[in-house]
């Protein structure tokens, strides 16, 4: 890399945030920390700000902005608090890149902002694709930004394209550890506990994606979100559950050839691609070695045990606002399983019965993604009520 790329990290202070903030310490010669944001952890927020002082930072819950800004006066670092303040700290000119690492749909709004002021996208929210991926893909295209998928499975894609753009894709295959429950039947779930669920045999997550993962409805919402940035009809994306998370996804060409990426689960090697493309950076990351893996299994998903692996498609394949439903009624059941407000089958039910009763529209605008995430969200909240 020749130059310097400033970086702007939506959420910081979680999982992906972090890891990119690891990345950034190895390459320091090659990335600075034009901006930080997070929503309550306010404490590692200005640890992270003293180490990297970037230009700005912003607090998301608003009563955290004195503790924030007081802490930061000496490093005569800008403070702000508020969502507004993290959608419109996008536009500043000195960032060259923003990664967004923001927990489900409160990444949508700041990445369209970010799109708007021209910033290249680094995307670790792959629930904004699945909210308003046709708006998102249009913004992009409009404002000629490029997106570059963070997530293991669609860095895995787009890894394996490179060099390929100009060949038509036949199919992809998204692969899945399949979770804790892997093999489980409902009867077993039924009695699942959160800290059960927590328990990701892979990959080390934050809470919400960690649930997604045992649920499979994170592999449904990958689903959606690759139709978007890969151009791809639902019935070119195949899931296959490979326990090992070694081969990370797979492209298949017309011709039948296969291309896979293969790799120890690390988030930090997709999280340094996004960041350094076209280059490849020189990392220290534990490497692979075929003789600690001398099996690597394949087996079909569950859809009838896991059933929101098959409500995502469902979703795709009626198209309009229905993903953003999907979307908005599994963050609430999400949260509601981990306040232990529901059981782990429950949340599909939940789900389910959330797209049958909000209003379908066809062609949404952005106003109507918002109403719909709403709506979907009062409406999940409102059965949850009836089952305590």
Not at 280 to 290: A, N, P, T, V, Y
Not at 349 to 371: A, C, H, M, R, W
């Amino acid at each position: 890399m020749t130059e310097q790329k400033r970086v702007a990290i939506l959420g910081s202070t979680g999982s992906i945030g972090t890891q990119t903030l690891e990345v950034i310490r190895q390459h320091s010669s090659d990335f600075q920390v034009e901006v930080l944001t997070a929503q309550n952890n306010a404490g590692l927020l200005i640890q992270q700000a003293l180490e990297f002082n970037p230009n700005a930072v912003v607090i998301g819950n608003e009563a955290h902005y004195a503790q924030v800004r007081d802490a930061l006066i000496p490093k005569d670092i800008k403070v702000f608090a508020g969502q507004k303040a993290i959608a419109q700290v996008m536009e500043m000119e000195t960032i060259d890149v923003v990664l967004t690492a923001l927990v489900g749909y409160s990444g949508l709004i700041p990445t369209i902002h970010a799109i708007k002021a021209g910033k290249q996208i680094a995307l670790a929210n792959k629930e904004t694709m699945v909210v308003a991926g046709e708006i998102i893909t249009a913004l992009a295209k409009e404002y000629r930004v490029n997106i570059y998928p963070v997530d293991s499975e669609h860095s895995a894609i787009f890894q394996c394209l490179v060099g390929e753009f100009h060949n038509p894709i036949e199919k992809i295959i998204l692969t899945a550890s399949g979770g804790p429950f892997r093999g489980k039947d409902r009867t077993f779930l039924e009695t699942v506990t959160k800290a059960q669920a927590l328990k990701h045999p892979n990959w080390e997550m934050g809470a919400k994606i960690t649930i997604d993962s045992a649920s499979l409805m994170n592999k449904g919402l990958e689903v959606i979100e690759a139709k978007w940035l890969f151009g791809l009809r639902t019935d070119q994306i195949e899931v296959i559950v490979h326990p090992q998370s070694i081969i990370h996804s797979l492209v298949q060409f017309e011709d039948g050839s296969l291309k896979a990426q293969l790799g120890l689960p690390d988030m930090r090697i997709p999280i340094q691609f996004a960041l350094s493309f076209p280059d490849r950076l020189k990392s220290d990351f534990e490497r692979f070695d075929f003789m600690n893996y001398p099996q690597l299994t394949f087996e079909k998903p569950d859809i009838e045990t896991f059933q929101n692996l098959q409500l995502a498609y469902d979703a795709l394949a009626k198209g309009g606002n229905a993903p953003c439903i999907l979307n908005a009624a599994n963050e609430v059941a999400v949260d509601a399983f981990l306040k232990e407000e529901v059981g782990f089958l429950e949340m599909s039910d939940l789900i389910g019965e959330t797209l049958s009763k909000t209003e379908f529209i066809l062609q949404p605008n952005l106003d109507d993604y918002v109403e719909t995430d709403r709506r979907a969200r009062e409406i999940t909240e409102q059965l949850i009520k009836r089952k305590v």
